[in-house]
T-cell receptor, first 116, second 112 residues
Framework: DSGVTQTPKHLITATGQRVTLRCSPR?????VYWYQQSLDQGLQFLIQ???????AKGNILERFSAQQFPDLHSELNLSSLELGDSALYFC???????????????FGPGTRLTVL | AQTVTQSQPEMSVQEAETVTLSCTYD???????LFWYKQPPSRQMILVIR??????QNATENRFSVNFQKAAKSFSLKISDSQLGDTAMYFC?????????FGQGTTLQVKP
């Protein structure tokens, strides 16, 4: 158990819908990262937040957005869903925002999103 | 931009044998970090081993070790005394600042 929790574990929805994925980082970790794992794209970095502020952005679609709240949990919002958005979405957390080798990222169990 | 390449989509090894997974990367940075992650059928991402680019000594964690060739931009993972529980997908990753850049993954099957 990494200490990172993600809810829900599974999500099945229809095209055009909107969903919210939730992540609670390990106690004490200030950084949260979101990654997408799909058959087509592999494992891709989406976005990073540090202590409530956006720190880095990857190939995140405009239909996707995220935020980190004062209690440090994070939510990833996916809207106007398409079939191709079906994937495993991981949240990871780390103590710092980047750089140090001791800034290990701990991954949550992921949320499996299926868009029908 | 950083890229990571794993050229072996699938590999297999007999239990108790040794196997090496290959990884090459491309970066213009001098200071960066390299990782191997394991993803078993449960889909959990588990850190196996890490290497700081400024350290010449190869990292070792029990049965897992790396061969880090900085000039060649190569970072291979050696698993000794393979066990059935090592069956998983293995991802090589690099990081300079915060985000991890992953390779395509290598599926390793350990056969009894």
């Amino acid at each position: 158990d990494s200490g990172v929790t993600q809810t829900p574990k599974h999500l099945i929805t229809a095209t055009g819908q909107r969903v919210t994925l939730r992540c609670s980082p390990r106690s004490g970790d200030l950084s949260v990262y979101w990654y997408q794992q799909s058959l087509d794209q592999g494992l891709q970095f989406l976005i990073q937040y540090y202590n409530g502020e956006e720190r880095a952005k990857g190939n995140i679609l405009e239909r996707f957005s995220a935020q980190q709240f004062p209690d440090l949990h994070s939510e990833l919002n996916l809207s106007s869903l398409e079939l191709g958005d079906s994937a495993l979405y991981f949240c990871a957390s780390s103590l710092k925002w980047g750089g140090s080798s001791y800034n290990e990222q701990f991954f949550g169990p992921g949320t499996r999103l299926t868009v029908l | 931009a950083q890229t990571v390449t794993q050229s072996q989509p699938e590999m297999s090894v007999q239990e108790a044998e040794t196997v090496t997974l290959s990884c090459t990367y491309d970066t213009s940075e001098n200071n960066y970090y390299l990782f191997w992650y394991k993803q078993p059928p449960s889909r959990q991402m588990i850190l196996v081993i890490r290497q700081e680019a400024y350290k010449q000594q190869n990292a070792t964690e029990n049965r897992f070790s790396v061969n880090f060739q900085k000039a060649a931009k190569s970072f291979s993972l050696k698993i000794s005394d393979s066990q059935l529980g090592d069956t998983a997908m293995y991802f090589c990753a690099s990081r300079r600042t915060g985000k991890l850049i992953f390779g395509q993954g290598t599926t390793l099957q350990v056969k009894p």
